[in-house]
């Protein structure tokens, strides 16, 4: 009888802990969207499909009034040991950041092993803006670039 009380209760801990686990990435959910912001030299637009399947997909252009044009494959993903942002820029070879913070409204992802970024930071604002940083070294120096995102109501629809 002990036996099995034990087992159960085993049982029941792993139950509940598989239940805390979420199943989605409602963690980041608050990416999904149109998000555009342009200047006097260039505009750009990053959309997130909201989650579906444990995944969200993402693309970002910029187009410079030069024309050129530059692109990011995106995507945001539950793996084993947790969440983690996939860029694919300009056909470069992928680079994966893991969450390592978030709360509502925040996310932020991180590799340290990789060249540039180390880290990226999206906010979403008390007025519905998205604040999106990379940090990072350059050659021993720190760098940083921050944008600052407005919600289109228009999904898909370049500045």
């Known amino acids: 009888m002990g036996r099995i009380l034990c087992g159960m209760i085993v049982l029941g ?9 979420p ?6 959910g ?3 969207g149109s998000w555009l912001r342009s200047d006097e030299r260039s505009s ?8 579906r399947g444990g995944m ?9 009034t030069s024309g050129k044009v530059s ?22 070879p992928e680079a994966s950041f893991k969450l390592i913070e978030s709360k509502p409204g ?16 999206y906010v979403l604002e008390s007025d519905g803006s998205l604040t999106a940083r990379i940090e990072g070294e350059i050659d021993g120096t720190k760098r940083e670039s921050e944008w ?12």
């Open 13 to 21: 801990l792993a139950c509940g802990a598989l239940a805390a686990e």
């Open 23 to 28: 199943s989605n990435l409602d963690e980041v």
């Open 30 to 32: 608050f990416l999904a």
């Open 44 to 51: 750009s637009e990053e959309h997130w499909l909201a989650e």
């Open 56 to 64: 969200m997909l993402g693309l970002y252009r910029k187009v410079r």
């Open 71 to 92: 692109f990011e494959y995106l995507r945001l993903e539950r793996r084993e040991d947790g969440i983690y942002y996939v860029a694919n820029p300009d056909g470069q």
């Open 106 to 121: 925040r996310a932020v992802f991180e590799n340290p092993d990789h060249d540039f970024p180390t880290r990226i930071i």
């Open 148 to 159: 600052h995102w407005t919600r289109s109501a228009d999904a898909f629809v370049a500045p």
